[in-house]
């Protein structure tokens, strides 16, 4: 099935179960083999049936090709708990210097980041972490695609993830409703202060973490079924 899938459809048009065995028949025994190892949790689950890892990163810029993972900040959600006792953060020792602007908002030095972990021990932790666990994320386009490149440069393979995006949630019910927003609702700190949820200091990766964490839980309480709100209703 795997050298037929491989020889006749193009990749981006499989499912991420394909994709999963298409790259797990390549990928060298280590943490990303681990992962691949694992199915995805079926869209037909409600999410009380799984556990989550929300993540966030912080990064030295906005291009995944040209820049670099800078931290990664996660935390273990299970049965509608945030599991802090499981929170992990680590940053992440980068090639350069680091520009002012992007110290500004992350708050991370130069000096800390030298002292920071290698990119391979770093996502070895964060994959076997994962294996078997749907990602949360707010604004999945920042955090699939430097997790793709970073797997690409530490691998050379991309593999697949399955991710639910808060941002991607809201907006969607937004546009069902046909009610207009300013797109700036749409941030984290901003959605979470209309659901009533205590501010964060933004831009430390675990505390964004949480944070995404903590707005899911809150969206699927208001406006789905709460912890028997399926997957496939949230991708």
Known sequence: MVNVLKRFVPKQLLNLEQQRLLCL????????????????????ASIKDFDILSLDFETTGMNAVKDQLLSIGCVVMANG?????????????????????????????????????????????????MAGRVILVHFARIERTFLQQACKIVYG???????????????????????????????LTNIRTTLGLPGYHAHNALKDAIATGELLLAELNQNHQGMDTKLKALL
């Open 25 to 44: 028949a390549k990928a060298p025994s280590g943490a990303l083999r681990d992962y691949l190892s694992v199915p995805f949790p079926t869209k037909q």
């Open 81 to 129: 708990k945030i599991l802090l006792g499981t929170s992990h953060h680590q940053i992440i020792r980068t090639n350069g210097r680091l520009q002012r602007d992007n110290v500004a908002i992350h708050q991370i030095t130069d000096t800390e980041k030298e002292l920071g972990a290698e990119l391979k021990s770093t996502l070895d932790r964060l994959l076997r972490l």
């Open 157 to 187: 393979i991309v593999p697949p993830f399955l991710m639910l995006d808060t941002l991607a949630i809201i907006k969607r019910r937004f546009d069902q409703k046909d009610i207009y927003y300013d797109p700036s609702y749409l941030r």
